[in-house]
């Protein structure tokens, strides 16, 4: 069995597709216990963490301007056996050294056992047009703060979701999951929305950038062109697309003074279908310790802000 895959979201990326849109199905009776309690795949054991250090740029005026070690992120492989599995992820920003003091972050674990899959979310609300908005946000006086959460269970057949807005205190951070994580798995499951499961779509986004990523390095190990990919999967109540825009390999792969050898970079979009979407990108091993692990995820979460998270 290879390492636990992951993608990821642009974890935060797909928070800000996903998480912030608003629910259309209609109410359905919800079966005792549907949405899950605790964290998904917490029971299995951990096969593989990595950790990752954040730079990001901001955009002021028609100028970048770009700072290093400005958060981190945490990516955690989880599984027993082949059919239960999960993947964990968790990115954030640091007020204390990242620019306007920024503090934004999200977590998002799936887990599939028994034949379905279980999906929790966080992502601290935004609603800023540029650094200038995040610091006059800094100055008003509040004593709470909004995070947009999600629980969720994906069954062969349906989709139960629950998407809702739970307020933890203003200066929590990403190292302040747990509270804001304990603070969603209490919440009321009233409101929850259920949809059919189409079938060929995948119960989840970080399962379905695992799928790209695993099939991409054994097309690459037959020697064989790496080709555009499209995955239909379900998020929360709603259809999105994973789309493989491209991938490239490489030889070789420098960043930071570190040099990796046989990689892939791939560009991503994830999004509704027939709309555009968020684009990310990710560079990931083909062999030996990194095999189909990120090595470097790229996104854009916002036109003014810029972050790149690489592999420590």
């Known amino acids: 069995m290879s390492p636990w895959q992951f993608t990821w979201h642009a974890g935060i990326a797909l928070g800000a597709v996903a998480l912030s849109a608003s629910l259309s199905a209609a109410p359905a009776p919800l079966p005792h216990g ?17 950790t990752y250090k954040m730079s990001g740029r901001v955009r002021i005026l028609l100028l970048w301007i770009g700072r290093d070690d400005v958060g981190s992120g945490v990516i955690r492989w989880r599984g027993a056996e082949e059919a ?86 203003s200066n929590a951070s990403y190292r302040d999951a747990d509270t804001v994580l304990g603070l969603t798995l209490e919440a009321s499951a009233d409101g929850t929305k259920q949809i059919d499961r189409p079938s060929g779509t995948r119960p989840g986004f970080l399962s379905s950038v695992a799928e790209i990523i695993h099939e991409s390095v054994a097309t690459n190990a037959r020697g064989e062109r790496l080709s555009a990919r499209i995955i239909p ?33 791939g560009r991503f979009e994830t999004g509704r279908p027939g709309h555009s979407g968020s684009r990310f990108e990710l560079v990931y091993g083909t062999s030996g310790p990194f095999a189909e692990i990120p090595i470097l995820i790229s996104y854009q979460p916002k036109w003014w802000l810029q972050v790149e998270l690489e592999i420590q």
Not at 243 to 264: C, M, N, Q, S, W
């Open 34 to 50: 549907v949405l899950p309690s605790e964290l998904p795949g917490s029971t299995l054991p951990v096969v593989h963490e990595h």
């Open 84 to 169: 239960d599995h999960a993947y964990e992820l968790l990115i954030g920003s640091d007020p204390l050294r990242a620019p306007g003091k920024l503090n934004r972050w999200g977590y998002l674990a799936e887990g599939v056992q028994d034949g379905e899959c279980a999906v929790v979310g966080v992502m601290s609300k935004s609603t800023e047009t540029g650094l200038a908005e995040v610091r006059a946000g800094l100055k008003k006086q509040t004593t709470g703060r909004p995070f947009d959460t999600i629980r969720a269970r994906v069954t062969p057949s349906q989709a139960f979701a629950r998407v809702t807005t739970v307020e933890a205190s």
């Open 233 to 265: 999967f379900i998020y929360g109540d709603r259809l999105f697309e994973l789309k493989l825009l491209d991938a490239t390999p490489l030889a070789r792969f420098e960043r930071d003074g570190h040099t990796y050898h046989d990689v892939i970079r």
